[in-house]
């Protein structure tokens, strides 16, 4: 498409994030402050298949930017993932007549508007909305600092028990394909291992850590687990904390273990400043994307600036965690 946008649908796709609504906010007011038209899809490109759209005003976005989850509701769709799904998908936006899209999400979202665009030339701009902080070309992912501070939260008060006997604690974080919130969670509340599928850190090398603090009668003892962490890469079907902790109990039979899966409390709840402030910002720039004709493209922050990467990239390439952050754990939890 190479016509002026004029009428711009949102949706949110994939995991809900806190913050989203935030995003969702700043698209509709700024579009409608650029005389656009705005259309809501609801429940991702499930809804844009079934025709489930409807056309937002200033007052539809009232009231929601203090609110967790998304008022458009998520969902994944099989149907888009082949190209038939996609094809009646731009038949309801050309009946619609919408010829902009702004897709808040991850890279599975991004990889449908990736389609979508370069099958059916809909002008598509990516809002990074995903808790694990996993994409390229962001310093931040809308979300992500909230259900920090939950797990945050969360792993304190576990702590504050563990200071009261002699026990280890493994708490399970959020993060199958991703170790960003167990490594901030981790290191924000003093955990002595932290274990993510990003590192292959072996669990004979975590029980003789553990031996050696038992021995100095450490305490508190507090291990984060990302849900994606497996003990043996031989055996993926076999990850997260409870598998650890059955692995550790085995190993040190006198050591009394706890265990913690803080699920899905992660992804709810009132989103941070921080997360709100980001989601404006980004959902704003969104807009303005589609307005300048910078087309196809994730809005990020990078070094505090706007950053755009090609909603290609974005898919192709993934944050890394490096050897550096293990250093820091370790020396700190030392």
Known sequence: MSEKVTKIGVLTSGGDSPGMNAAIRAVVRTGLYH????????????????????KMESRSVAN???????????ARSKDFYNEDGRKRAFDIL??????????????????GAYKLSREF??????????IDKDLYGTDFTIGFDTAVNTAVESIDKIRDTADS??????????????GYIALHS?????????????????????????SEQEKRKKLVNLVVVAEGYQPDPNNPDLRGAAEVARIVQEKLKGLETRLTILGHIQRGGPPSCMDR???????????ECLLEGRHNVMVGILNNNMHYTPL?????????????WMNIVKILAS
């Open 35 to 54: 005389k656009l038209e705005v259309y809501g899809i609801m429940r991702g490109y499930n809804g844009m298949i079934e025709d489930d759209i409807f």
């Open 277 to 287: 402030f980001i989601a404006s910002r980004m959902g704003y720039h969104a807009v």
């Open 312 to 324: 290609e990239i974005a898919i192709r390439e993934k944050q890394r965690i490096g050897e550096d």
């Open 186 to 210: 981790g290191i924000a509340t003093g955990a002595e291992n932290i274990l993510m599928p990003e590192i292959n850190t072996t669990l004979d090398d975590m029980v003789a850590s553990l």
């Open 64 to 74: 929601i930017i203090q609110r967790g989850g998304t008022i458009l509701k998520t």
């Open 121 to 130: 030339g809909i002008p598509c701009v990516g809002i990074p909305g995903t």
């Open 165 to 178: 006997h002699d026990r280890l604690f493994i708490v399970e974080v959020m993060g199958r394909h991703a």
């Open 94 to 111: 050309q009946k619609r007549g919408i010829n902009g899209l702004v897709v808040i999400g991850g890279d599975g979202s991004f990889t």
